[in-house]
């Protein structure tokens, strides 16, 4: 297997070979879905195509959009689903199932996975994103990217970066300052290109600051390659490149899809009026054949085993869906139920029409040919017997309406299909199939709110008055509203989108063959009002500001102590379990130490307190005791650990603690910084449980702004240059600063502007002269 740089090397060597024209054909499309070779080279066109949860490759008529059919593929759970698994290792034996299937058909490169931040639960493609949170993104693309390169394909992690709307999405200049761009929105790509080394890294349509993502020197340049150190190439999202050629300067490898022709010959015009350096193209081409050589370096595949990947969807599907609620009932918990109940006499009623025509993935870019695809009532009856299970559809889809024509319900109206619901449930087990209809989220556009459509809550509160059991399970891409309704139901179980094998897993888990394993990635806010992105959400005129900076997601709603349906991290299974921290680092000292050091481990054990196996997510959230010196979440995300235990069974595990886990963005300095002081290290099942948490010492290295033209006599005191100049030139002003009376109010003074005071113990000559003894800037 030849190595990245003997790679590198050999198209070097390749591209020395060609003319100029040719150098330039490489970095357009040959058509929707192919790059172009160079015959005469034995350089093929390479096949890219969608999607991150199952491949899309269209056998006819190309398009965007999956308007048009495609080759029958695996419709794994889409990220929503993925993210609530906190599985890195399930998510990369996906990661090397999407592979197979991608390599036997002949694609070199998959787009996917998508890792933007989930920043308003509005956003209508959240169902390809796996979280709000920048660490558990990370985690779960890097282990997807390493599983589906492990085939010899390339992945394509998108959509870089700061792509976190469907309006406007072309176009929308996206404002964010340079420490949350840091903190929240750029780490999932960064910890995905170090660990899992993506061929392609795919740039987003939006402006990030007043520049296209295509056209960022910053973004592709600075910080994608030399600071994280890619390797890969640059593909442009289908469209999004705006001028070519300031494109290719900053770092934009390959434009998709093809342009006739006409942006090469944009390129090879500006290299011979000397416009652009030939050494540019040169770098991009020599990545391009880069990656057709590794492409034709790996073995061919001719099948995959479709029945394996179809049980992997299904187990999947269990281990991401996530038990909100599960209320005590008659002899135990309403879920699990218990199939011997279910009779002809006594069915288990199935009231929903999602139960037969399932919502398993969203729509848009990403839409998968399912090689088949399950559904809870097929399911269902299979088990427990077709007389054992009644069905009725309770509301309309448009996407059944050729079912609902067979079945004559297409006629009725909605009270006619509540009130057959409600006759059926009287006095039964009812399970309620509710969520939102395909046309309500998918790519291309937003939604407006986040609750579920209004008929659907009417017929849970007329069926929850007639059942004697009511159980709601979910189908839906993202978050939403659960505040109101929820207590209508005895279990609620938040199944998202998941695939198709999502009805033989939800089966499974209604009856208690699979447990459901998931944990939200994703916040439940207790209204949309809650969540701060909303006041800036999509903006306006082109332009969307982050003014909640860093505080999206949990990080916003505990900062704000707002009440929430369900706290991020959270679920519940079908046994308990017990932490208990075993040991803790005496200090963390992160003097002298580099961005991913370890600087210490908590130590936790586990305890399965139940009667049968299950999984339990251990979640380590740092934050500060000590005062702050800037704006911080009350707590975020520092690492996590999945664990299956037996019934009774305990296992001990390390958390470990990094230096940049406890680090925030200094833009000053530009780079990350460590407060010292005391911080609180909590282990718990969410991010609001604080049972288990325990105070630690932080050392650090001291840190100080830069003395500028304006900084406060308060700073130059507590500088370690500024200070002893201050004693030379005007020891006064030190005892002024630290005055019990008035320090406060004189330290917060620019030290500029109180030189210019009459009677102030400097003059502004003392002042120039003290400046002039700091080092030059950036010296």
Request: aromatic share 6%.
């Amino acid at each position: 297997m030849s190595t990245h740089a003997d790679l590198t090397a050999r198209a070097a060597a390749l591209v020395e070979e060609m003319t100029l024209e040719e150098k330039a054909s490489l970095t357009s499309g040959r058509d929707f879905w192919h790059t172009k070779g160079v015959e005469r080279l034995g350089l093929v066109p390479l096949m890219l195509t969608d999607g991150p949860h199952g491949l899309r490759k269209q056998a006819g008529a190309s398009d965007h959009l999956g308007l048009n059919s495609s080759v029958p593929a695996t419709c794994f759970p889409p990220a929503a689903n993925l993210g609530s698994t906190w599985d890195p290792e399930l998510v990369r034996e996906i990661g090397v199932a999407l592979g197979e299937e991608t390599k036997a058909n002949g694609v070199a490169v998959l787009l996917g996975p998508g890792t933007n931040i989930k920043r308003s639960p509005l956003c209508g493609r959240n169902f390809e994103y796996f979280s709000e949170d920048p660490l558990l993104s990370g985690e779960l693309a890097a282990a997807l990217v390493d599983g589906v390169q492990s085939q010899g394909v390339g992945a394509s992690l998108k959509h870089f970066a700061a792509n976190n709307q469907e309006t406007d999405r072309m176009r929308v200049d996206a404002r964010i300052d340079e420490r949350t761009l840091r903190e929240i929105y750029l780490p999932a790509f960064e910890t995905t290109v170090r660990k899992a080394q993506p061929w392609t890294v795919m740039c987003s349509y939006n402006k990030v600051n007043g520049t296209y993502a295509s056209q960022n020197r910053e973004l592709l340049t600075q910080i994608l390659r030399e600071e994280w150190g890619f390797e890969g190439l640059v593909v442009s999202d289908w469209g999004a490149v705006d001028q070519r050629i300031p494109a290719l300067e900053a770092g934009l490898d390959l434009e998709m899809p093809a342009s006739g022709g006409r942006t090469d010959a944009q390129i090879v015009r500006a290299v011979r009026e000397g416009e652009l350096d030939e050494s540019v193209l040169d770098a991009a081409a020599t990545r391009i054949v880069t990656m057709i050589l590794r492409a034709a370096g790996t073995p061919a595949r001719e099948d995959f085993d479709a029945s394996a990947h179809h049980e992997l969807a299904r187990r999947a599907a269990a281990a991401g869906s996530v038990l909100l609620r599960n209320e005590e009932a008659e002899g135990g918990d309403a879920l699990p139920l218990r199939p011997s109940s279910f009779t002809e006499d006594n069915p288990l009623v199935l009231i929903g029409e999602f139960a037969r025509t399932p919502r398993y993935q969203g729509a848009g870019s990403s839409q998968v040919n399912p090689i088949r695809l399950d559904t809870v009532l097929d399911s269902l009856r299979a088990r427990l017997g077709e007389e054992a299970v009644a069905f009725a559809p309770g509301f309309h889809l448009a996407e059944a309406a050729g079912v609902q024509d067979q079945d004559g319900t297409a006629d009725l109206d909605p009270r006619e299909l509540r009130e057959n619901a409600v006759a059926l449930a009287e006095g039964r087990t009812a399970v309620l199939f509710l969520g939102l209809p395909a046309k309500k989220e998918a790519e291309g556009y937003d939604r407006t709110d986040i609750s579920l459509p209004a008929e659907q809550i009417e017929l849970l509160r007329a069926v929850s008055e007639a059942a004697s059991l009511s159980i709601v399970v979910l189908s839906n891409g993202s978050a939403v509203e659960v505040e109101s309704w929820e207590r209508l139901a005895n279990a609620l179980l938040e199944a998202w989108l998941g695939g198709q094998g999502a009805g033989s897993a939800i089966a499974d888990m209604l009856l208690g063959d699979l447990a459901p394993e998931g944990r939200l990635a994703e916040s439940l806010p207790a209204e949309l009002a809650q969540v701060p992105a909303q006041l800036n959400f999509p903006g306006e005129a082109g332009v969307v500001e982050y003014g909640e900076r860093i505080f999206v997601g949990y990080r916003g709603l505990d900062a704000m102590n707002a009440p929430v349906a369900h706290p991020f991290g959270s679920g519940l299974g079908y046994t308990r379990f017990d932490l208990e921290i075993r040991s803790i680092p005496e200090r963390l000292d992160a003097r002298g130490t580099a961005d991913g050091d370890i600087l210490g481990s908590i130590r936790v054990r586990v305890t399965n307190l139940g009667e049968r196996a299950g999984a339990e997510i251990v979640q380590l959230y740092v934050g500060r005791e000590s005062p702050s010196g800037i704006a911080r979440a009350p707590r975020s995300l520092a690492g996590f650990a999945k664990l299956r235990l037996e019934a009774g069974e305990s296992r001990e595990i390390d958390l470990p603690i990094t230096r940049r886990a406890l680090s925030h963005w200094d833009a000053a300095a530009h780079g990350w910084a460590v407060e010292e002081g005391r911080w609180i290290l909590a282990v718990g099942e969410h991010s609001r449980d604080s049972r288990h948490a325990v105070a630690v010492e932080v050392l650090a290295d001291a840190a100080h702004p830069e003395l500028v033209d304006h900084s406060t006599l308060a700073e130059w005191t507590r500088h370690p240059l500024g200070r002893p100049l201050l004693e030379a030139h005007a020891p006064g002003l030190t005892a002024l600063a630290e005055d019990p009376e008035i320090g406060e109010m004189m330290g917060a003074m620019p030290l500029v502007r109180l030189s210019r005071f009459p009677g102030m113990p400097i003059t502004e000559a003392q002042y120039e002269a003290m400046v002039a003894e700091l080092p030059a800037r950036g010296a």
